[in-house]
């Protein structure tokens, strides 16, 4: 009783898979015909997801619009309204990750708002685990790892470090308060095969935060495509 219990579990939830990466597909399309560059960023809660738009936003560094993703409240959104960014906030109640249907109906609202940046960040809820699971369509795929969080999460979490296309170190300027190796960061991202690039990125920094913006310029240019497989 309890495997045939089980195997409609598995039966179940590979339809629910199935629907979602449906809709990814179909915003892939959307996003090249109208030459969108859509990032997917994820981290776990308080890593500094909002707070980086928010200077990208300050010091003009780009455009773009955000689809903002939450348990509850609009705060994040209303935030990034403040320094004068299209943000739509989608609550999401129980569910711990965002999903292709809810980016999908979001995008159709910040469009019917008349001002939809080539560049659109989705900040997905904050969680190590569930947005893993979860194809958004995104170009890039960025995940955030705060230096206060800990240098061991790579391999504590490698389903969301294998769909990253670039990490973030974030409060970088912490680096030394909380002895963050970020040598432990790059060993541990190649024992997953990830070669890709690693930020350094510190709100007292807008430097940093312009080379941040040059790499996602030259990935548009670029036409990049995340080859994750979710």
Avoid: W
Wanted: hydrophobic share 40%.
């Amino acid at each position: 009783m309890e495997s045939q219990s089980n195997t409609r579990s598995i039966e179940i939830g590979q339809r629910i898979l199935s629907k979602n990466d449906k809709v990814a597909m179909e915003l892939r399309k959307t996003y090249a015909q109208d030459n969108l560059f859509v990032i997917n960023l994820m981290s776990s809660p308080g890593s500094g997801k909002t707070t980086l738009l928010e200077n990208l936003a300050k010091h003009k560094l780009l455009e773009f619009s955000v689809i903002e993703g939450d348990l509850q409240t609009n705060r994040d959104a209303a935030r990034l309204n403040t320094f004068g960014v299209n943000a739509h906030q989608i609550t999401t109640g129980d569910a711990c990750h965002l999903e292709a249907l809810m980016v999908q109906e979001a995008l159709g609202i910040l469009r019917a708002q008349g001002d939809l940046k080539d560049f659109i960040f989705i900040e997905n809820v904050g969680n190590l685990v569930c947005p893993a699971s979860y194809d958004l369509g995104a170009n890039m795929n960025i995940v955030l790892l705060s230096t206060p969080e800990g240098d061991d999460k790579v391999l504590k979490y490698p389903t969301i470090f294998l769909c990253a296309d670039a990490v973030i170190i974030s409060k970088a300027d912490l680096i030394d308060v909380f002895n963050f190796k970020v040598a432990q960061v790059k060993e541990d991202l190649e024992k997953l095969k990830k070669e890709i690039p690693i930020f350094l990125i510190s709100s007292k920094d807008v430097e940093s935060q312009r080379e941040f913006c040059k790499f996602l310029q030259q990935n548009k240019e670029k036409n990049y495509v995340s080859c994750h497989t979710f």
